[in-house]
């Protein structure tokens, strides 16, 4: 008989039944999941990020393709907590009751912002497992730059929030100055950090001389950001001690597996979502038939087991 | 919770994949399942093998399915690497789709005469519904535009689907009216008679056509096109601004209440 | 009769009949395309970096091949100013006669050792029409971090680079913090920037759970680094006056024009060149093609001609 | 300057490409000016169309070339993505390659006696040269080493190019000696008799031979593999670390003097 390997995890306070979560953006409030998958077989997932009242989101063109992604500029457009707690409250909470968890993501265009959206999801969602800070998305014209962008800005916005809950509390990280930031973080009471957000790109459409979408600039996806997500998973992880969500053009079980050799506790899927409905659980069963492969009995055994 | 998107996951073979006219091909597909649950002005969602550097499926409306055979019928045109590569896709070979997504034409309860526009590649979903119109004894016009004769893709079609007028504009004046076809829908919804207008094209072809008929006083549709990345909901690249906010096309659309829509 | 677009631009003193470059690294020292090619085509050539003294770089294997480009870790393995100029000068000083200006890049772990290589490259390579800086090659374990990494360290080297010659000093950077270091560096003199240099990443083979190459991480290059580098230009001709040469994953014309119209003054072809050895000449063409198709006289009127 | 690469770019069509052993293809393409211009020990680099993700060339060493028929022959194992898609390559079709590359084997003048020890897919360059070594008169035997005798490919060749004695092992023990090929190569040497000894093959492997070699007071030459971008000395991503410094495997290899090999 062949004994079968554990893939459940601890998530920095969230018990996932399995490494496997989702990429805020690419899987909507999972409801949208629901008649192409079961969505109950994953460890964990992420929604959408939302904000204390409802954002608009970007103009069209708000998504172009480039070679190896896309990128987006969706603008964290978003029906406010409360809508999502309405509209989705109740599918997620039945979600998690099946065991599979939900983190919440947390949008906000300054601390305030954040510290009041996360107030807002602790009453409105009891069910949430956890809840993921947005500080990190390229689209948000906030000055220009977000607060994640240098170590006093994100610490900023996790000190805040950090006051609100003592639910589990992750923060989503722009891809720059991962080893100060992530640290920074740390000592700020983050429970977890999920590296990377999407990385800001350009396409410009030669012909028409203009971006190929609304704005000038956009977040990349897809496997174009593979390596460079893995190479900062692998900084994240050396830099401090709480787990890492290893995020960033996973679309294979291995390309999950490198993410979790270089440090990752759990992995989230992307733009696969969006290519393939199914992604997810097929990338699943992948890392567990390489987890099987590599001998161990638990999963954990391989998390930063690279070697070097 | 609100209701998620009807598409499913399909496998489809193709049946034949034929240049139609310039620059245009029709593409038939066998996909049983899919065939009978479409309703026009839906779409489905391609992927087309051979480029691993790109990722997405490419959304395409469909010009007839056949639910007996089958069967489903796009057109399409080649405008750039994606429909170039499904242009090659050879009869016998297989992919995936996403489908049906969206929600497609809502023809009005007792409907007496319809004015149908469809510019360029903008036809088949107008051809779709014109079929339809026909099938529930629905009178109706068509204007069809093209830049020129040899890309004018569906006058025989809407003729055999008996259509009352079926009114031709090319910009160059290659065939019909030299200019574009919302000049004679303009002429024909200001001569009165229309109580739903369906529009299908360049964007601001329809944003002329949903003008003419807010004058004329008739209810309009029109099938808008944004970048789509799932076509299922799940990731709001495909909004479109209207009076009641940002509205995903693959969802809320991709046919719009024209008088509705803001940003074209 | 059709007339032709001026192609020629001045990037930074360095007068190039058309501004298609060659990415350090990617391009020998020249000769090597001698007999697969017309070099003298170009626009410009710049040579692989080199240092005061001779450096073996790293341990096999140097090369790892990821979805739309590649990984290296060569680590600047050069045989020493004084044998490059021995060994390469003779062609390039032939070459440059040709009407193809030649840029050698500098090599260094500290700012006392680029000062020295450049010191004998003034001396010894009098053919050259300037120098780039490289202080951002991720593959120097100079205490982990290149002297690039931070607007600081950059300046440094800038400044004391600077008081060595009046020749054009251009410098190559890091894919990090490119507004910042762009205005440091044109506060110390430089006369014009390469961004970007590859972008560290990482691959793991997940069987082994080995780094695919001999270091933990490597250099990206290729497709994938094209829509960043293009954003890096963009934020790096919004930052300072000084010329930019577009460097990451131009592959075609349409490659090179994003750049330019981005902001680039000239654009170097990197890993089409390892690809395709031809490659800088077809870029070329089609350049020139667009420039053509989009109705202006001189290149130059699409320099930053981005609307937005 | 120094002296560049041989390399060029040719076209090249595919004549066969047929499995000859568990996991080992033969390839036969056509291109014509190569063809007279290979040497033993050298190698192409070729562009395998079908991953627009996967970029790069694939370095091949050639078990045979024909200059009258402008043809060349690779065996090549399919071991991950790229010479998967290889061995999909139909007759008829077409790519590019660059080559010849680097420098091949540098028999020793008035050579009396050659080893040639090859394992798994190391036996095309070794065979190749076997060939030479015949038709120069020059007198050698062979070491064949494979996982299993299924792998094994070579052996009816090196009979036909007059080899004298063919030793062959198998790491299964399913045809001739169960163990590694080192274990009859190194027996043979101690015997004497060799003044050249030519080995390709797994890094373990050939740094055994060469170390049996160097007992046996022999020459020793081996083929080197490194993860190559270019193959014509324009990227130094392919460098041997030798007692002489680091040297680019594509133009001072693939094939090195195996004492002055520092790392395998
Ligand atoms: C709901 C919907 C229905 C459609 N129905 C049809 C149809 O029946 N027949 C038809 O020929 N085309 C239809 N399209 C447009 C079709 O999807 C695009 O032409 C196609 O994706 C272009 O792919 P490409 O790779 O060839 O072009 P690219 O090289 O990617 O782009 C060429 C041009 O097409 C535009 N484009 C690219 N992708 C999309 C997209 N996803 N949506 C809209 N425009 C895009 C680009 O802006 C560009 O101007 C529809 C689009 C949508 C959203
Ligand atoms: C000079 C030279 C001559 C060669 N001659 C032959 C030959 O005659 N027959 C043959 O079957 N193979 C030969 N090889 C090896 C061949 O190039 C690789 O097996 C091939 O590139 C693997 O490509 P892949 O995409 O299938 O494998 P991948 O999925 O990329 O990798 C599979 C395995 O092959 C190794 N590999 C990948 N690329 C290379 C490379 N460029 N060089 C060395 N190892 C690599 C990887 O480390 C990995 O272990 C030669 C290599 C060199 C450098
Ligand atoms: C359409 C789209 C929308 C996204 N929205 C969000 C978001 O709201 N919040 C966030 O943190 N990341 C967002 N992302 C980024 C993803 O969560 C993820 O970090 C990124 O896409 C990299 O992973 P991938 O390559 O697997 O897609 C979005 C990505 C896409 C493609
Ligand atoms: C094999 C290799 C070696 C390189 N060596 C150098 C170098 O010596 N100095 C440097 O500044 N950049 C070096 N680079 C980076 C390139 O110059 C270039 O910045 C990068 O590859 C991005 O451009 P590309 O995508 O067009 O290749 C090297 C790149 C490659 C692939
Ligand atoms: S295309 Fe993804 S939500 Fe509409
Ligand atoms: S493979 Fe590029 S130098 Fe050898």
Redesign the pocket.
């Known amino acids: 008989m062949v004994i079968k390997v554990n893939m459940a995890v601890d998530f920095g306070g969230v018990k996932m039944k399995n490494p496997i979560n989702t990429a805020s953006g690419t899987f909507g409030y999972g409801w949208q999941f629901s008649e192409l998958m079961d969505v109950s077989q994953l460890g964990a997932i992420t929604t959408k990020g939302c904000a204390a009242e409802p954002w608009p989101g970007n103009p069209a063109?708000r998504m172009a393709?480039v070679r190896g992604g896309m990128m987006n500029s969706v603008g964290l457009q978003n029906p406010g907590v409360a809508a999502f707690a309405a509209q989705s409250g109740p599918w997620l909470d039945e979600l998690s009751q099946k065991g599979t968890q939900v983190i919440c993501q947390v949008a906000g265009h300054s601390t305030e912002e954040y510290v009041s959206a996360l107030e807002m999801f602790c009453e409105l969602c009891p069910w949430a497992a956890g809840f993921e800070i947005n500080v990190s998305c390229p689209n948000i014209a906030a000055g220009g730059i977000a607060c994640g962008s240098t170590p006093e800005g994100a610490g900023d916005v996790m000190r805040a929030c950090r006051k609100v809950t003592d639910k589990p509390l992750f923060v989503k990280m722009a891809p720059v100055r991962i080893p100060e930031i992530a640290r920074a973080l740390e000592a700020e009471g983050a429970d977890g950090l999920s590296v990377i957000n999407s990385i800001p790109g350009m396409a410009i459409?030669v012909h028409t001389r203009r971006s190929?979408l609304s704005k000038p600039t956009g977040g990349l996806s897809g496997p174009l950001c593979h390596p460079i997500a893995v190479r900062m998973v692998w900084e994240a992880a050396n830099a401090v001690d709480i787990p890492i969500n290893g995020v960033g053009g996973v679309m294979t079980g291995e390309d999950a597996a490198e993410f979790i050799l270089a440090g990752a506790t759990c992995v989230s899927v992307g733009m696969a979502n969006l290519v393939d409905p199914t992604a997810s659980v097929r990338i699943l069963a992948e890392l567990e038939a390489w987890a099987e492969s590599q001998g161990v009995n638990d999963i954990n055994e391989l998390i930063g087991a690279l070697e070097c | 919770m609100p209701t998620p998107s009807p598409a499913r996951l399909h496998d489809f073979t193709v049946v034949s994949n034929e240049k139609i006219a310039d620059g245009?091909f029709s593409l038939v597909i066998s996909a049983p399942r899919l065939a009978g649950s479409l309703k026009p002005g839906q779409?489905v969602n391609l992927a087309v093998p051979g480029n691993a550097m790109?990722l997405?499926r490419?959304?395409?409306?469909?010009?007839s399915a056949d639910a007996d055979k089958g069967t489903v019928e796009?057109?399409?045109?080649?405008?750039?690497?994606?429909?170039?590569?499904?242009s090659q896709m050879q009869p016998g070979s297989t992919s995936t789709l996403l489908g049906p997504?969206?929600h497609g034409w809502t023809v009005p309860e007792g409907c007496k005469k319809a004015l149908l526009v469809g510019g360029g590649?903008g036809v088949?979903?107008v051809l779709c519904l014109a079929r339809d119109l026909a099938s529930s004894g629905i009178a109706f016009d068509v204007c069809v535009g093209a830049a020129s004769a040899d890309s004018m893709v569906g006058v025989e079609e809407f003729n055999a689907a008996a259509a009352g007028k079926v009114l031709v504009a090319t910009d160059d004046g290659s065939a019909g009216y030299h200019g574009f076809c919302t000049d004679p829908a303009a002429e024909l919804l200001a001569a009165g008679g229309y109580d739903y207008v369906a529009t299908c094209g360049p964007s601001p072809m329809m944003k002329k056509v949903a003008a003419s008929a807010a004058d004329a006083g008739a209810f309009c549709e029109a099938?808008?096109?944004?970048?789509?990345s799932c076509g299922f909901g799940a990731c709001a690249t495909?909004a479109v601004e209207t009076v009641d906010g940002m509205k995903g096309?693959?969802m809320c659309?991709?046919v719009f209440d024209a008088s509705k829509v803001v940003a074209w």
Chains 1, 3 share one sequence.
């Open positions: 063109p393709e459409d190929k | 245009v779409f790109s997405l490419i959304p395409l409306s469909f010009a796009i057109w399409y045109a080649v405008v750039g690497e994606g429909t170039e590569r499904l997504g969206g590649i088949p979903p099938s808008l096109e944004r970048m789509m495909c096309a693959c659309g991709p």
